[in-house]
């Protein structure tokens, strides 16, 4: 063993790390130099890349600082509002939720497949009252909602569609990349520790062009008027109308550059992921863990997650003392999600109770996230794999 190697074995082995090159470094200092730190032509153009990436044609992309102001920004546009009823899987991050009571609507929360810890369809059909407008899926660990039983389920039950694509870009779906689908929106997250990330960002895309310029509109305080397309215009290009009482949503220039040079990526780096998820699935095939399954077609799972759930009879421990000792062992280990009813705030605003979510409240217990992320070395795959198969050896 080398000096190097023998210092990557000793260092501790982060759950996530950002994949940046000396590339995305240019383009933010080069935009820094030009003097566009608000939204600029960058932003403009990472829109336009992004909408191409995803199929052109009638998609239309709207830049925002997170993935959270983006779903806010699709339920606001949509015309959810006090009195209506929105169907998400309790397991997700809370934003999924919070920004329907933004609106000031009603989340209700619904259980997932054991497998897939997608939404469960059969569990929403449940749960749809007549109050019910609009259903938001949440693409877990960047495992598609099935497209097609998402279709059907909004049309028979005359619902509005936004996806929470957060952990799923790129991946395909029953032949289209998710963001090119009959949904009325699908929103992408670039946080730190995403597929692709601007730092912080995210990005919505509609085919509809009223939705796109509403959108466009609150996300910049209800402006009528583009900060890029008022520095740009001429006459008269200090004028602007308030037109609604929206919020500050924006994105900067600068993290637009970075997001250019990562959709350029993009696909290199997922495959990136997708390599090292076969190398767990092949080294952990004999451990006492379910592992994810893996689909058919190969541009079918984003890979942003790799989620094993730990047999405790089997291992002799649970799953919280599996991280504790990934930890000794110099490995960073994750929990995706807590299921939203296990929340205070959840769990007593929407009366919610474990036993209304079977799946999720007993997959729960189980589910640990092993680092994935496309800048690690093959030392650090090594690294993972050796303190797994120590903590989980029979």
Partial sequence: MTMTESAAQDAFLPFARPDITDAEVHAVAETV?????????????????????????????????????????????LGIGPGDEVLLPTWTFTSTAEVVRYVGADPVMVDVDEHT???DFDDAERRVTERTRAIMPVH??????NADLLAEFASRHRLRVIEDAAHAFPVTSAGKLVGNSTSDAVVFSFYATKTITTGEGGMVMVKSQELAQRMRTMRLHGISRDVFNRYQSTVPSWHYDVVAPGFKYNLPDPAAAM??????????????????????????????????????????HA???????????????????????????????????????????????????????????????????????????????DKVIRATQRVLAP
Wanted: glycine share 8%; aromatic share 8%; hydrophobic share 45%.
């Fill in 33 to 77: 130099r030009s003097g566009w730190l608000t939204t600029g032509p960058n932003a403009a153009a990472f829109e336009k890349e992004m909408a191409d990436f995803l199929g052109g044609g009638d998609l239309t992309c709207v830049a925002v600082n997170s993935a959270t102001a983006g779903l806010h920004l699709a339920v606001e546009a």
């Fill in 117 to 119: 810890l997608n939404i």
């Fill in 140 to 145: 877990m660990a960047g495992v598609p909602v």
């Fill in 259 to 300: 997001g250019r040079v990562q959709l350029g990526r993009a696909v290199e780096m997922r495959d990136k992921r997708r390599d090292i998820a076969m190398r767990y699935i092949d080294a952990f095939m004999d451990l006492p863990v379910d592992l994810p399954s893996v689909p058919d077609d190969p541009d079918g």
């Fill in 303 to 381: 890979w942003h997650l790799f989620i094993v759930r730990v047999d405790p009879k089997r291992a002799g421990h649970h799953r919280d003392q599996f991280i504790e000792r990934m930890s000794e062992e110099g490995v960073g280990t994750s929990v995706h999600f807590i299921p939203l009813h296990l929340h205070p705030y959840w769990k007593d605003a929407c009366g919610l109770a474990a036993a209304d979510f079977p799946v999720a409240s007993r997959e729960f217990e189980r589910a640990v996230s092993l680092p994935i992320f496309s800048s690690m070395t093959t030392e650090d795959v």
